[in-house]
């Protein structure tokens, strides 16, 4: 009999138990039969090569079992590795991802969350653009399944899993601090709406008031191309050559990082002597493909693990679907300071 005429009936017979029970079985609901059964199932449907018709039973469940994930750039690292960690995470689920891809405008988010609801997908991943976005809170209020990608809303509590910033940027700080480098700087993409760049400025900021820096926000560079990274390079320059010491940048995403050491080669600045760079490694090329350690002297870098993210964004969405009365669930996925030579400052610098 080939496997697409195998029919769930036939596999209640083969098992020895009713249609229902396979029926409860091939929709994760288990709290009424025994292990043995479930085991017996199991074996019978791989023996058999049975395939469920997804449609009638998306049709009877009257869910869709598709997945929109809304993500705010796909052309970055970060994404891209997002969009893998979490359909890997969804392997074996059942359910299908739809990607969409809002290019940074939170008009196309909207139009896109629009067209996937138009889909019936049971649930949304957004890695949303605003942090103010009402319209994403209104549809959380109405009901729909939710989970937020590394990015907050304001004004509401989502489901989230997120890279933690605090003891991240604290350890960044705290390393350059050691190494003995005059005056230490934040680089930026524009942070306004997006709560990762958000969050790392301000505890930046509150670093260097607590140790008494002197308008601490000449030392946040908002950078949006090359040629403003060589300048802000060098205003840095310029207030570290008068204390004789190398001064040290440390960047919030993998775009940032790269770029500014792209222009230090530029400008002809070696690390660690003339300055020490390093950052956040969003998408984990540090510890997957080992790129940072190969990149010269190295690359000190905050690797959080891509992988656990995707993981843990899959699992608060299924679980959100699935109990939909359940408590908002916040996962910070920890950031480890990797430390390399960018930042090792010998000793006779300091």
């Not at 043995?36 to 009877?60: C, H, M, W, Y």
């Not at 392997?91 to 891809?101: K, P, R, S």
């Not at 949303?128 to 209020?141: F, G, R």
Request: charged share 25%; aromatic share 6%.
């Amino acid at each position: 009999m080939s496997n697409k005429n195998i029919t769930i009936l036939d596999i209640a017979k083969s098992v020895g138990v009713s249609k229902t029970t396979i029926s409860r079985y091939l929709n994760g609901k288990y709290e009424y039969m025994s292990a043995d059964t479930r085991e017996r199932i199991k074996k019978v449907i791989e023996v058999t090569g049975f395939q469920p018709n997804k449609i009638a039973q998306s049709l009877k469940s009257q869910k869709s079992m598709l997945i929109g994930f809304v993500i705010a750039d796909i052309e970055s690292p970060f994404s891209s590795a997002a969009i893998k960690s979490v359909g890997n995470a969804m392997l074996g689920t059942d359910y299908n991802l739809i990607i969409a891809n809002s290019d940074n405008s939170f008009e196309r988010e909207q139009e896109y969350i629009q067209s996937l609801l138009g889909q019936q997908v049971d649930g949304l991943i957004v890695n949303t653009v605003k942090m103010n976005n009402p319209a994403l809170i209104s549809l959380a209020n109405n009901g729909l399944p939710i989970v937020l990608l590394d990015r907050f809303v304001n004004d509401y509590k989502f489901d989230i899993s997120y890279f933690e910033n605090d003891r991240s940027v604290t350890a960044a700080m705290n390393h350059l601090e050691e190494m003995g480098y005059s005056h230490i700087a934040l680089c930026t993409q524009p942070h306004e709406e997006i709560s990762p760049r958000n969050f790392r400025r301000e505890i930046f900021l509150k670093r260097l008031k607590k140790n008494r820096v002197e308008n601490p926000e000449r030392f946040v560079f908002v950078e949006e191309d090359e040629e403003l990274t060589i300048n802000n390079i060098k205003r840095l320059m310029d207030l570290s050559n008068k204390e004789g010491k190398p001064p040290a940048i440390i960047c919030t995403n993998s775009v940032t990082l790269l770029r500014t050491v792209k222009a230090a080669r530029t400008l002809g600045l070696r690390m660690p002597d003339d300055i020490g760079i390093c950052g956040f490694d969003e998408w984990g090329w540090a510890s997957e493909l080992g790129l940072a350690g190969m990149i010269d002297v190295g690359l000190t870098t905050l690797t959080p693990s891509m992988q656990e993210l995707g993981k843990h964004t899959a699992e608060l969405l299924l679980r959100r679907i699935k109990r939909p009365e359940a408590s908002k669930k916040e996962i910070a996925v920890p950031a480890q300071l990797v430390v390399r030579n960018s930042t090792r400052l010998k000793k006779e610098n300091t």
